[in-house]
Structures are given as structure tokens and as C-alpha cells.
């Protein structure tokens, strides 16, 4: 990560997992094995890339390695109260992983499903999967060379990939915050695109931060047992009353 930016954990927490899932079989657990291995690897090298992240902007900004080495270990220590408590407060006022919930946990279906791969092979795919994961990343691919090799008049309307499948991981929601911030900034530049370029970037990433933060009042709100004021549900029109 220290050099292109890129963070590699995932990558790496999957070969642990579809190692010792593959290694530990059905028998013995091998799902809770895989799993196990891959949050303690992916915890590593994350934060290795972290540091080694953190290494690099200390570097091109000129500041004290060890002032730097020893910010991180405040951090980890402040984390290690920090992270359990949050997990908590998240797992005792949400229902984590209910599909029709707020916090789908859509990662964590798909770990499970790459460990229960590991363990029984292509077999354990549906009919087709292959063929249309082939087919997506031939096509995901084929985009993305079109967008980099086409006029810039022209690629600004070709889809990014991974902005379209982001939704897909994190639900759909996401699209709609997304659509609203880029009518937002359509907008913005219309009427000032000095302004909107140069302020853009700060008011997404507050805007991101807030509705991030938010999150522990509302569980907070949500343990004390707290009645929105307000409430408001979309149904078929169908539907009994």
C-alpha cells in the first residue's frame, strides 16, 4: 500500500480462508477455521498497509518517524478499548445481518459463501454461476479499457464498474445518496464551478463523516428504547391497511 496506494488485506485474508477451509474440510469446522484465519490475516495486513500508509505521508511531509511509529501505537492501544465497545453498541441496538434491515453485513454473507466454497469446490456453485461470472468480469473489464481509451467526450458517459456495483454489496441506498450528491454538484458547478471544484471534495467527505458518525446516536437512541417522533413506511398500494 506504501507505494501504490492500493490495500492488499482482502487479498490476502481470501487465500487464508480458502486455505485452511479447503485444508480443515466439512469435518472439522473448516467455515469457522477459514474465517477465523482470514479476519486475523486480513487484521494484520491491513494494518501493516496502514502503517506503512501512514509511513509514506509522514515522509513526504516531512515529520518524525518515531512521532509517527508511536501516534500508532496510541491508536492501537485507544482501539483496542474503542473497537469492542463499538461492536457492541452496534450488535446489542441493530439486528446485524437481517437482510431487510438497516445493516445487511453483506460481507459477511460473502465470506461465509467463499469458506463453504473453499471447503466443497466449483460444486458448491449454481448452475451457470461460472459462466456468469466469467461473463461479468469480461464485460466489467471490456468497459473499463473502453472508458481509459476513449475521448474524454465520450468516456464521461461510460459507467465505472465499481461504481455500479457498489450498490449491489452495500444495498441500494448507497445509489440513492450517491445520485443525489452528483445532482448536487451538477448543480453546484453549474452556478459556480470554481467554487463547487475547489469546496466539493471537504463538503462530500463531511457530509460522508456525518452521516458515519451518526450511526452511534442513533444506537445509542436505540438501546434507550427512544420513539422517532415520526414515522414513515412505503407499501404497494395493494397492501392491507
Known amino acids: 500500500m506504501g507505494l501504490t496506494n492500493l490495500n492488499l488485506a482482502p487479498t490476502y485474508g481470501k487465500i487464508a480462508l480458502f486455505a485452511l477451509a479447503s485444508?480443515?474440510?466439512?469435518?472439522?469446522?473448516?467455515?469457522?477455521?477459514?474465517?477465523?484465519a482470514c479476519g486475523i490475516v486480513m487484521s494484520v495486513a491491513c494494518s501493516t498497509a496502514d502503517l506503512m500508509q501512514d509511513l509514506k505521508s509522514g515522509y513526504l511531509t516531512l515529520s518524525s518517524p518515531r512521532s509517527m511509529f508511536t501516534a500508532q501505537l496510541i491508536g492501537i492501544a485507544l482501539g483496542c478499548v474503542i473497537a469492542p465497545l463499538t461492536l457492541w453498541l452496534f450488535w446489542t441496538a441493530f439486528d446485524i445481518g437481517d437482510p431487510d434491515g438497516e445493516y445487511?453485513?453483506?460481507f459477511a454473507i460473502m465470506f461465509r459463501e467463499m469458506a463453504i466454497l473453499?471447503?466443497?469446490?466449483?460444486?458448491?456453485?449454481?448452475?451457470?454461476?461460472?459462466?456468469?461470472?466469467?461473463?461479468?468480469?469480461?464485460?466489467?473489464?471490456?468497459?473499463?479499457?473502453?472508458?481509459d481509451v476513449a475521448p474524454a467526450n465520450v468516456s464521461r458517459f461510460i459507467p465505472i464498474p465499481i461504481a455500479m456495483a457498489a450498490p449491489f454489496y452495500v444495498g441500494a441506498y448507497f445509489g440513492v445518496d450517491m445520485f443525489i450528491g452528483t445532482a448536487i454538484l451538477y448543480a453546484w458547478q453549474k452556478l459556480n464551478r470554481e467554487q463547487a471544484d475547489g469546496y466539493a471534495v471537504a463538503v462530500a467527505s463531511g457530509l460522508i463523516c456525518g452521516d458515519g458518525i451518526w450511526s452511534i446516536p442513533s444506537a445509542l437512541?436505540?438501546?434507550?428504547?427512544?420513539?422517532?417522533?415520526?414515522?414513515?413506511?412505503?407499501?404497494?398500494?395493494?397492501?392491507p391497511r
Not at 471447503?119 to 472508458?147: N, Q, R
Open 23 to 36: 485444508l480443515v474440510g466439512s469435518d472439522g469446522g473448516g467455515v469457522i477455521a477459514g474465517l477465523a
Open 221 to 239: 437512541l436505540s438501546i434507550l428504547g427512544a420513539v422517532p417522533p415520526i414515522c414513515m413506511s412505503f407499501e404497494a398500494s395493494s397492501a
Open 118 to 147: 473453499g471447503m466443497e469446490g466449483f460444486s458448491a456453485l449454481p448452475l451457470h454461476c461460472l459462466d456468469i461470472c466469467y461473463a461479468a468480469f469480461f464485460l466489467a473489464l471490456a468497459t473499463s479499457l473502453l472508458k
Open 104 to 106: 445487511k453485513a453483506p
